[in-house]
């Protein structure tokens, strides 16, 4: 089948401003409730897209950790391509999309470090392999082959026991601070519902812009 030929057409629903929250932290919770109780395949992954010190755009998936009024949460490696971005462009934009819901979010913001306080209890909550993980991998960087994380983990096994792994110095959280949040909803015809939150002023707005 040519790739021109694929297309679904949106039925489950619509979003109108009488069914949408003034808050749109309060509609993203409601949404993600929603995409949870659905049994959606990880339904906290997003798309994080930064741009680098030449200006261009970069793309990957991240999992959301924290969400609250302050803004959305993902953890990392400082180092990595996306740390070193936001180093010198500390901004940022999140897309959701929930296919079965037929729903999509998308999220403009400041980014953050989060308190070290606050990667230590998220760190210290993780699995055991994740911990051991987070030290044996230099992240983003060239390796010749698997045999260098296998060898940093055994290394790492060895240096630390599994109840005193302690939170390595490069690797924390990013909270993105939102100015924007964009909820999107397919419908018939492709004629969807977008309602697009800005923050001006302090002040949440709220407008309806054509698909």
Known sequence: MSIEHLRKN????????????????EQFHHWFEQAVSAQILEPNAMTLATINPEGKPSARIVLLKKMDDRGFTFFTNYDSNKGKNLETNPWASL??????????????????????????????????????GAWASPQSQVITSRNILETNLQDVMTKYEADNI????HW????????????????????????????????????????
């Open 95 to 132: 897309v959701f999309w929930w296919g079965e819901l037929e729903r999509q979010v998308r999220i403009e913001g400041e980014v953050e470090k989060v308190t070290e306080k606050e990667s230590d209890v998220y760190f210290s909550s993780r699995p055991i392999g994740s911990q051991y």
């Open 166 to 169: 302690p939170r390595p110095s």
């Open 10 to 25: 949106y039925t489950q629903g619509g979003l109108l401003e009488s069914e949408a929250s003034l808050n749109p932290f």
């Open 172 to 211: 924390g959280g990013y909270r993105v601070v939102p100015h924007l949040m964009e909820f999107w909803q397919g419908r018939e015809n492709r004629l969807h519902d977008r309602l697009c939150y800005k923050l001006e002023d302090n002040q949440w707005t709220r407008q309806r812009l054509a698909p």
